[in-house]
């Protein structure tokens, strides 16, 4: 693995997962509503689909994905139906993973929020697309691409998991006053319109 492909590639992969979007939304409506530490299953999860990713470019399925208008507007609709829903369901109180006014944070299930986490990632085509236009920009095809995509798997996932636990211990500080029952409504609100500002960005994400 070239050194400065690499040192280019965290660079990059560090601008990307500290800006905000829908992993870092996912994280900190979790670190508000069940505490930073049980949101690390939701990132557990947001990086389980980034694995998963980076074995689908590995074997250029996702190239076909891309290429494929049909395939990457099911993967894009998905994303903004899922993020919607979120949103809208915060927004009226309904349950949902982040509706704080229907969650009891002792009795959040870890394995649901992982589901949540990996699903969020899955639906969400801004991944497909950075791992299909960005990553193989960073590859000497002339080496051995395997053992690369080990590399910059490593220089992507462990930055991401650090960037997003921050996000998740900064939201968790907010806790026990987001999740009283006079803030637990206005809390609701801000994270579903969150999610729905999120959708709409999604929505507009062109092939």
């Given at each position: 693995?070239?050194?400065?492909?690499?040192?280019l590639f965290v660079?990059?992969?560090f601008a990307l997962s500290a800006s905000p979007g829908p992993a870092v939304m996912l994280v900190v409506?979790?670190?508000?509503?069940?505490?930073w530490k049980k949101a690390i299953f939701a990132i557990l999860g947001i990086l389980?689909?980034?694995?998963i990713y980076f074995t689908i470019s590995a074997t250029g399925l996702g190239a076909l994905i891309v290429a494929s208008h049909t395939l990457f507007s099911v993967v894009k609709w998905l994303g903004v139906a899922?993020?919607?829903?979120l949103g809208l369901s915060a927004i009226f109180g309904r349950p949902s993973?982040?509706?704080a006014s229907k969650l009891d944070s002792r009795n959040a299930s870890g394995w649901k929020i992982w589901f949540g986490g990996l699903t969020l990632q899955l639906a969400n085509p801004k991944a497909l697309i950075f791992f299909i236009a960005i990553l193989p920009q960073f590859l000497n095809p002339a080496a051995n691409v395997p053992l690369q995509m080990i590399w910059l798997a490593a220089g992507s996932i462990i930055p991401e998991f650090f960037i997003l636990v921050g996000y998740a211990a900064l939201a968790?500080?907010?806790?026990t006053v987001a999740?009283?029952?006079?803030?637990?409504?206005?809390?609701?609100?801000?994270?579903?319109?969150?999610?729905?500002?999120?959708?709409?960005?999604v929505a507009a994400i062109q092939q």
């Open positions: 693995m070239d050194f400065h492909n690499f040192f660079l990059t992969e409506a979790y670190g508000i509503t069940v505490g389980t689909a980034n694995a899922y993020l919607a829903y993973p982040i509706t968790g500080k907010m806790q999740t009283r029952p006079s803030f637990v409504r206005i809390t609701d609100r801000v994270a579903g319109s969150l999610m729905l500002a999120v959708a709409m960005i």
